[in-house]
């Protein structure tokens, strides 16, 4: 008999979920139906996006007639295992507060769907560079907004875009709801990201009606740029058939454990659209109200003010280049632009990606100014300095021991996209790379990973190394201007298992490189335009150096002033043949 009547409360506990996330999904329906309309032909204008050469370099993707491009989850690097998925710890969150937050992530699902949707005089184009910002006083008078950070000098970030992407809604879903892949699809934004508490688990098989209580850590590559904290809801919903929105808004517990006292995200987010061929339309949106813990330094507070540091331009052109690059380790074929027979399968090829996806991760972790890092500041070079910080390496994918990384900023009067082009020419190299004493390196491997044709990873032969070392380079870049240049030596044997096909999780990384950014003058000429893409500057940039050392193989060894000078010169060095190099001495 009691069997029975578990059975019995069992199903009707499940009919009364499945008409609550019924109840819910209908009224969220409803409200896209009012606001977004169907079809969804009001949304802000998508600029038309040349695949051409993309899709020339993947074969039968997107051919006609051909499905598109159609993941593997478990090839991306944030299903790896070295990545945990750690069990999630007791919140503490009361049954009632946890209604008042579904409550609350409802009512900014219902904003962000306005926000995504609306015109003038909501949006206004903004006359220097064409972005989409937010009129504020509009917002107040629509949305009645009271709660605002207590700190006078708080600044609200709002801005808007949207464009195209190589990825199929239901996958975009998927890696944004997991904070593992959401760190691994914007490594150069996101440092850390976990789930708190899952709220909601959503309808089975299904991410919708998801809700989650998160903390993530955002960055710019510099040490000089504070980062960012935010507690947060993540709200999914799927509105109909290849129709998603996710929200992201701060709930301020009544015991303040779940919310940061400096950075708040109003309701922010995202509308996914699938489209043919495994591609997908995102209009995004950036919300936030924020006050600085340490004021930006002046090299930065151009670009940080202006928003266009974590800005919904940046995330866009971030997740589109992301995206093209996780179609690129799915291609089975290999690209006209590849070096043809080094690699001798698409199971190396997929290797070499993994191994150079973990070294840029590395690397974007190592010289963030997160409170994980203790910068030390050595005096010379600049008024910026060269910052040092040691750490003690025992993760499977390093050297063992004692890790010293220095780094530093500079401005150049120099486009970024001329920069970014300079640093990876393997040709250029020996007019900045002191280590190589001037001597040239020889490109034995290529894989292009995207459409532009500086977005690849090549293996280098330096003339005056030994025959046994190589170096392993990833170069990348998107239309918002931001770069990367990123290396690391590796020996043949550990090259010659990843170009096999086999696991590259153990192969020892210590990445080197530059984080290049624009560095917030926009061209005055760039107005009027209508999305990231079209946005061109030709002011000057932002350059991060960056070095890591292996100090010591014994983890208890202490860091000498010997070492501290050596990567002290280092920088200091390439820095100065740097802007030799590009003419710009006097800087």
């Known amino acids: 008999m009691g069997t029975t009547e578990d059975i019995y409360f069992d199903e009707q506990k499940l009919r009364m979920d499945n008409a609550r996330l019924k109840e819910e999904l209908d009224r969220v329906s409803s409200i896209a139906a009012k606001y977004i309309g169907r079809p969804i032909s009001q949304l802000p204008p998508i600029h038309p996006v040349s695949v051409t050469s993309l899709e020339l370099s993947m074969g039968s993707f997107g051919a006609q007639g051909m499905p598109g491009p159609s993941l593997d989850l478990d090839l991306l690097p944030g299903t790896s295992s070295s990545l945990p998925t750690l069990p999630l710890q007791p919140s503490g969150i009361s049954d009632m507060e946890k209604s008042l937050m579904a409550e609350f992530s409802a009512n900014a699902m219902d904003e962000l769907i306005r926000l995504l949707q609306a015109g003038e005089p909501l949006w206004m184009r903004s006359p220097v560079d064409g972005r989409d910002v937010l009129n504020l006083e509009s917002y107040e008078r629509m949305f009645h907004r009271t709660d605002h950070l207590k700190n006078p000098d708080a600044r609200i970030e709002a801005s808007r875009d949207s464009g195209v992407v190589i990825m199929n809604g239901e996958t975009l879903v998927d890696m944004f709801m997991d904070p593992n ?58 509105l109909e058939q290849g129709l998603w ?83 690129c380790l799915m291609v089975t074929g290999t690209s006209t632009r590849d070096l043809g027979g080094v690699i001798p399968s698409p199971d190396g090829r997929r290797s070499m990606m993994k191994l150079s996806q973990r070294m840029i991760n590395n690397f974007c972790a190592s010289i963030s100014a997160s409170n994980g890092h203790r910068w030390t500041t050595l005096s010379g070079l600049n008024d910026v300095g060269v910052r040092v910080t040691v750490h003690k390496s025992t993760d499977p994918g390093q050297p063992n021991g004692v890790v010293l990384s220095a780094a530093t900023s500079i401005w150049l009067p120099v486009s970024s996209q001329n920069v970014f082009n300079f640093f990876r020419d393997e040709r250029s190299r020996p007019q900045w790379d002191v280590l190589s004493n001037g001597n040239s390196v020889q490109e034995v491997a290529h894989i292009a990973n995207g459409s532009h044709p500086g977005n690849s990873i090549s293996v280098l032969r330096a ?42 999780s153990y192969i020892p990384l210590l990445p080197s490189g530059f984080a290049i950014l624009p560095d917030g003058r926009p061209d005055q000429g760039a107005a009027g335009a209508s999305t990231s893409s079209t946005v061109s500057r030709s002011g000057g940039s932002l350059v991060t150096v960056a070095f890591q050392i292996l100090v010591s193989s014994l983890p208890n060894a202490k860091l000498n002033l010997e070492s501290v000078n050596t990567v002290n010169n280092l920088i200091s060095t390439t820095v100065q043949q740097i802007k030799a190099a590009l003419n710009c001495s006097g800087s």
């Not at 930065?300 to 280049?321: D, I, P």
């Not at 025959?467 to 010659?496: F, K, R, W």
Request: charged letters at 20%; one cysteine or more.
């Open 245 to 327: 929105v996710i929200s992201d808004v701060s709930f301020d517990s009544r015991q303040n454990q779940f919310s940061s006292p400096h950075s708040r995200r109003l309701p922010s987010g995202c509308l996914i659209q699938d489209m043919p061929n495994g591609y997908s339309k995102i209009t995004w949106v950036e919300h936030v109200e924020v006050e600085e813990k340490t004021p930006s330094h002046r090299l930065y507070r151009e670009l940080v003010n202006s928003g266009m540091a974590f800005g919904a331009e940046r995330w866009l052109a971030t997740l589109q280049r992301m995206c093209e690059r996780f179609a």
């Open 181 to 238: 892949k959401w760190v691994e699809l914007f490594p150069t934004l996101v440092l850390k990201a976990r789930i708190i508490d899952i709220l909601a688990s959503g309808v089975v098989g299904n991410r919708s009606g998801s809700l989650q209580l998160m903390y993530e850590e955002l960055q710019v590559l510099s040490p000089l740029v504070s980062t960012r904290e935010f507690y947060f809801l993540r709200y999914c919903q799927q």
């Open 463 to 504: 003339f005056n190394a030994s025959h046994n070392m190589l170096i392993l380079q990833e170069s990348c870049t998107d239309s918002s201007g931001s770069s990367l240049v990123v290396y690391a030596s590796v020996d043949l044997p550990a090259i010659n298992i990843a170009m096999s096909g086999e696991d590259p």
